[in-house]
Every structure is written in structure tokens, then in C-alpha cells.
């Protein structure tokens, strides 16, 4: 029986796992960490009072956990997952949930059949500059989206091109299904559905079989576009989103951190048009988007709920990748 409190296994206990850790004071416990390095482990367990695990396939099926943050290399993404929702644990998938779309179909069976909640974490949606776009769009006062325009990368550090993310094997891609999937989520969150209608994955300067630089091409069935542009090769840190509508546009900006201030601009059109007038919106503070995913999934937990976003939603995003890795796309 779950106990008051959710008891998490973090599975992957490098920067990603300390994030999902670190964001569970005072809303959950950490029961186990779990990482094929044992000094990882044993470091962030230290922190949590938490047990020491070197084995996934063991860790997700304790008696002591409840639910399971995945945060591993890609290739292990899914099959910790499916393990997991089989034997009746939620999970927190970090993204991009799996290397390709299908690689998740068996999670998704795994967790209707033991009732289990499976949420990917896209945690850029709870970014306080998107909360608040999304509060404005959702009052109306955008009118209906026209398109999103939206670039976002970093330079990598040397040695990037030996790392795990340069092995295929390992990371299923490069900078699409790196950077490039948060964009593409954030673009369906505010548009929907999308279908791909031209991209091209070029690796410009990193030596590795993996793409450091995607651009897309997306729409919607009535025609609205989104046009992103994911980098490797941003040697000024880059995040800048714009959402356009047909009565304002909103222009998000920096993450905070080396990117710069996490900014929202609102410039709403006028009846007589010419320059708009402009609120801006600051938010120089810690990113507390972790916290606030994390939050909302142990709501879904205790709801009930189908969380958001969900298996479908990451799925969705990755057939928007898959196009790029053809032959004629690159």
C-alpha cells in the first residue's frame, strides 16, 4: 500500500537525477538512488538518506517505492520505465521518454494494464515566463495563433563530441531529439497537433555521427507553422521562443542561468495598429520549473488523472523527429 508520502527511486543519479532529487524536498521522499557508477549513487543517496543501488532492473521493484524518476541515457529510458509501470510504480521519464516513438508502446501497455501513471518530464512548460504566456493566450486576448518562431542552443565544451549524447546507440540523435523536442512539445502545447513538412539535421562542426544543429518546418491541419531552430553550434547560450497571434504576440526569452534572464515581453496590437504597446514581465529568480512539474505529477498520482504531458504527447513529438534521420533529410 502507498504510503502518505510518495517514495521516489531515482534511476540515473547524474545532473538530471540530482535536479529530480533535489526537487522532491518537501513534497516527496527518496527512498533509493540507482546508478551504474556506485560512487553517483552513493553521493546522492548521502543527501536523501536514501538506500544504494547499482542495478535498475532491482531498484524498481522494491517494496519501499512508490514511483520512479528515469534519468538515463536514452537507449535505458523506456525499458526502466516499462519494468517500473509493470509492477505498479508511476514513473517520471526524463525527457525525450525513449530514442524513437515506438520504443514507448510498451510502456504505455505496461502502465494501462497495472493502472500505473507515466508522465515525460517537459519541464520547460513550467518555466514562469510560459506560465504566464499560457495564462494569456488562454484569456483570449492573442486571438487565434498564427505561427511560433522559436531558436534554442548552446556551443557544447570540449570534448562534446565523445560524450554519450555523439553515440547514436545511445542517444538515438543529436540536438533534435536533445533541445530540439523541448521546442517541439512547447510548440504543440500551444498550437496542437503538428505535422511535419520539411527539416534537415546537418552536422556543421562537432566530428560525430549525430546532427548538432535541426531545423523544422511544422504545421497545423490549418496551416499554422511553427518554425524552430535547435543548436549545437549557439556559441552565445540562445532561447527564444515568440508566439503569434492575430491580436498580440508573445516573446519569450532566456532560461535564466548562462541564458540569460528569463524574460516575457506582451505586446498587444491596437484597433488604429502601429507600435504596440509592451508589458514585460522579469523573473530573475531560481527556476523552480522542477518543483512545479514534479508537484503536478503527484497530483496526477493522487487524482487519478491522465498526466500531461503524457506518453502520447512524447510520442507525438519524436514522430516529428523521425523525418530528419531520413537519408533525404541530411
Not at 540530482?18 to 560512487?39: E, F, M, Y
Not at 512539474?293 to 502520447?312: T, Y
Request: glycine share 8%; charged share 25%.
Amino acid at each position: 500500500m502507498m504510503s502518505s508520502e510518495l517514495r521516489f527511486a531515482v534511476i540515473g543519479c547524474g545532473l538530471i537525477g540530482q535536479k529530480r532529487a533535489k526537487s522532491a524536498l518537501g513534497q516527496a521522499s527518496i527512498s533509493v538512488c540507482c546508478d551504474s557508477v556506485p560512487a553517483k549513487a552513493e553521493a546522492l543517496a548521502r543527501g536523501h538518506g536514501a538506500a544504494v543501488e547499482t542495478n535498475w532492473q532491482s531498484a524498481v521493484v522494491r517494496d519501499d517505492v512508490d514511483a520512479v524518476f528515469v534519468c538515463t541515457t536514452h537507449n535505458l529510458l523506456a525499458p526502466i520505465a516499462e519494468r517500473a509501470a509493470l509492477h505498479g510504480k508511476h514513473v517520471l521519464i526524463e525527457k525525450p521518454g525513449a530514442r524513437r516513438a515506438c520504443e514507448l508502446d510498451a510502456v504505455a501497455a505496461a502502465a494501462r494494464k497495472r493502472g500505473a501513471r507515466v508522465r515525460v518530464g517537459f519541464n520547460h512548460r513550467y518555466h514562469r515566463a510560459f506560465q504566464k504566456a499560457r495564462e494569456i493566450y488562454e484569456s483570449g486576448v492573442a486571438g487565434d495563433l498564427l505561427f511560433i518562431r522559436a531558436r534554442y542552443g548552446h556551443g557544447g565544451r570540449i570534448g562534446y563530441d565523445r560524450e554519450w549524447r555523439a553515440i547514436p546507440e545511445l542517444s538515438g540523435g543529436g540536438e533534435a531529439i536533445d533541445q530540439g523536442i523541448h521546442l517541439i512539445d512547447l510548440a504543440r502545447w500551444f498550437l496542437g497537433d503538428l505535422k511535419f513538412v520539411s527539416g534537415r539535421a546537418p552536422t556543421y562542426f562537432w566530428n560525430m555521427p549525430v546532427e548538432d544543429n535541426a531545423f523544422f518546418l511544422l504545421e497545423t491541419d490549418s496551416q499554422q507553422v511553427a518554425f524552430l531552430h535547435a543548436s549545437w553550434t549557439e556559441w552565445k547560450n540562445l532561447f527564444s521562443f515568440e508566439i503569434c497571434g492575430r491580436m498580440a504576440k508573445l516573446e519569450i526569452t532566456g532560461l535564466g542561468g548562462s541564458y540569460g534572464t528569463e524574460r516575457l515581453a506582451h505586446y498587444q496590437m491596437l484597433p488604429e495598429m502601429g507600435p504596440p504597446p509592451a508589458t514585460i514581465y522579469e523573473f530573475p529568480m531560481p527556476d523552480n520549473s522542477w518543483e512545479l512539474e514534479l508537484a503536478d505529477f503527484i497530483n496526477d498520482i493522487r487524482l487519478g488523472r491522465e498526466p500531461r504531458p503524457c506518453i502520447h504527447d512524447a510520442q507525438a513529438a519524436l514522430r516529428l523527429i523521425e523525418p530528419l534521420y531520413a537519408p533525404a533529410a541530411r
